[in-house]
């Protein structure tokens, strides 16, 4: 996980990503994310998430959401299926039904009959 630091208030930043070439994009340690010049920051330093919580240098806060920030966004998936399924003709969804069960099986997620 890669840090800056303010040089103004001395408060660390966690990275996400360049807004443009003179703009970074940050989470501040109450969790908001914020686009800062890359001026008032000193060179980016990287750790482990885990060092970085014990040593006090970011906050629960900026943690949650860069948590939030870098999970998969699986319910978007979940949703498109479940509209496309809704679509289907009765035959399309029995047969949608089958494979799914299939593949279950096959990756050991449900037992076989």
């Known amino acids: 996980m890669l840090v800056y630091k303010n040089t103004k208030s001395g408060q660390y930043l ?9 703009e970074v994009q940050l989470i501040s340690p109450t969790g908001d994310i914020v686009s800062l010049n890359k001026s008032l920051l000193t060179d980016p330093i990287e750790y482990s998430k885990d060092e ?14 860069f948590d939030e920030y870098t999970k998969p966004k699986n319910n978007d998936v979940i949703d498109d299926v479940v509209s496309r399924f809704g679509r289907m003709s009765s035959e399309e969804q029995k047969q949608f039904i089958e494979q799914l069960g299939e593949m279950l099986e096959e ?6 009959e």
């Open 14 to 22: 966690i990275y996400l990503n360049d807004s443009n070439s003179d």
């Open 52 to 65: 970085l919580y014990e040593k006090g240098i970011i906050t629960p806060e900026q943690v949650k959401s």
């Open 107 to 112: 990756e050991g997620i449900v037992d076989k």
